[in-house]
């Protein structure tokens, strides 16, 4: 097609157009769809009361990762330990025999495929450039760091897309998040991705798809632009993408999942055409440097809170808008902060290195060597590393960053979703602080109460280190 | 679903801005395999707070909502639309509403309405007192006092609500135009047909 130049997300948009309403609205067909036991039990009972079937099983995984306790789940025996929590045990084994009784295939809490459905998708090969995907999880947007168009849904799209393999999308506009440069010694996408939400805001990918463009993305690892698109969702946006290119090929080559033989070359041949043409037009644009870009942390209750480390909590009259002056003065409040403090001198009493996004291999290395031949500092109350599946726990035991951890006084978990959203029995104690690998500091969030850092792996392996808040480095 | 038009009674002056979904239900509240009974945890944390608007009797059982910009960012989780129902609320009005929870609001016949700040704030204070009536089919929000604000609806949405439409109902009628896809794709693109049945 010689016709006008197209971004990447057009591309994939109109790969997927079943059929075009008048009203500018679209049937989109949903390639991968994967579903975790939180926001599927109500789609399930919607079907079989309306005695519906799932269209196609084949293109749906399911995967339990929100409510699993990562205490270990099997005793010495090899017999399954229960799940304390009555009702976090009925929704695990409502998605336990929905998935067979629906003919989707599901892996086990205890299979060593297990872990969060953003970390299995592209680990297995079902992630894929240009496919569409979905889950009831507004982090699905990670998937975007293999190409493909993804995001989250809720409980009555997870059904519509269960009967009918698609969605009734209107196309969004789109932003692209140009950085020029390299992020310097130190500096991580988290830092990187952290800062962009910091500018764009917390509403301002609203609407849009975001495109991540320039050097440094190109130059990323897969895990890094997962953690990347991840975070779209916390600057508004549903989606976010980089394109495909050789890193992405050779990282899902011979994945269980991916394509094979013929197959792969076709595909590789189409993955290849998947960027932004040249003088395609992007809805907005947000130019980023990325020598601005510092380890950076939240101080407040929005993941658009954010500051170098070296900065200060921000005084909330410096604000120009009246409700970010008194949103800021409540997160404060909240956060237990005064304004003019220093950042590294808040002292934090918990440690969670983990979440959908970063909880991959390159995160766990990146906080065992920090940690490597150190110790928690004598104030750090409760520390937990928790790999995003079961592979990339046996990966790093593998490479013996699980003694790492474990000498450096802290606790090696089984995978699962864990202290990022408080609904499993990992959370942070009420008025206590927490240096999170996550992704939301929202109040309440890791826990009633909790005080919530956002940070890269290595930078929370620092605060563990010295018990506050720390540029790593310094150390 | 239940046909939605006239919406009229006291509206919540809740105000706040950048509301999360963690607001709207915190996730212990998310462990449940139902859509029934979440208003109980609906706005715990706010509820935490003495004088807090939720638990005013004068706002007892008022259909409506009134926020600031931003409405319902954060989570994907449809318990935010399921809560607010619980307590009795189908229309929500701010100056704008994340995507997702907008999707799940229409999907659970909320009602969302986008009003500039400046006819959000005097909706705030006409709530204190007085009743506000939002009517989808003239897609007006009106107050005893003569305002009369007008709203925009996305057409295919303001005619599911007006007629209490099921979506999936609505797109499996289309079954053909989706076979067709499929076979399309299963010739040009067979390896994103395949999915979790790929040989190894």
Known sequence: MASRPRTLYEKIWDAHVVETRDDGTALIFIDRHLVHEVTSPQAFEALRISGRKVRRPDLTLAVPDHNLPTTARRDANGNRIPIADPQSAAQLAALESNAPQFGIRYIDATAAEQGIVHVVGPEQGFSLPGSTIVCGDSHTAAHGGVGALAFGIGTSEVEHVLATQTLLLKQSKTMQIAVTGQLGPGVTSKDLILHIIGVVGTAGGTGHVIEYRGEVFETMSIESRLTVCNMSIEAGARAGLIAPDATTFAYLKDRPLSPKGDDWDRAVEWWKTLHTDEGAQFDATVRIDAADVEPTVTWGTSPEDTIAIGGAVPDPTSFADPNKQQAAQKSLDYMGLSAGQNMTDVEVQNIFIGSCTNSRIEDLRAAAEVLKGRKAADNIKWAIVVPGSGLVKQQAEAEGLDRIFIEAGLEWREPGCSACLGMNPDKVPAGERCASTSNRNFVGRQGPGARTHLMSPAMAAAAAVTGRLTDVRTL | ?200
């Open chain 2, 1 to 200: 679903m239940e046909p939605v038009s006239k919406i009229d009674g006291r509206a919540i002056p809740f105000g706040a801005k950048n509301v999360d979904t963690d607001v709207i239900i915190p996730a212990a509240w998310l462990k449940t395999i139902s859509r029934e009974g979440l208003g109980e945890g609906a706005f715990e944390t706010v509820r935490a707070q003495p004088g807090n608007v939720f638990d005013d009797p004068e706002y007892a059982g008022a259909p409506i909502l009134i926020a600031g910009d931003n409405f319902g960012c954060g989570s994907s989780r449809e318990h935010a639309a399921w809560a607010l129902l619980d307590l009795g609320i189908t229309a929500v009005i701010a100056p704008s509403f994340s995507d997702i929870f907008s999707g799940n609001a229409f999907k659970n016949g909320i009602l969302t309405v986008e009003l500039p700040q400046e006819q959000i704030d005097r909706l705030l204070e006409v709530a204190k007192t007085d009743p506000v009536c939002i009517d989808l089919d003239t897609q007006t929000v009106t107050t005893p006092f003569q305002d009369r604000f007008t709203f925009e609806v996305d057409p295919f949405r303001k005619h599911c609500l007006a007629n209490g439409l099921d979506e999936v109902g609505l797109t499996l009628a289309r079954d053909e135009a989706i076979t067709d896809y499929e076979t399309r794709q299963a010739q040009n693109m067979p390896w994103l047909a395949k999915g979790t049945e790929i040989a190894a």
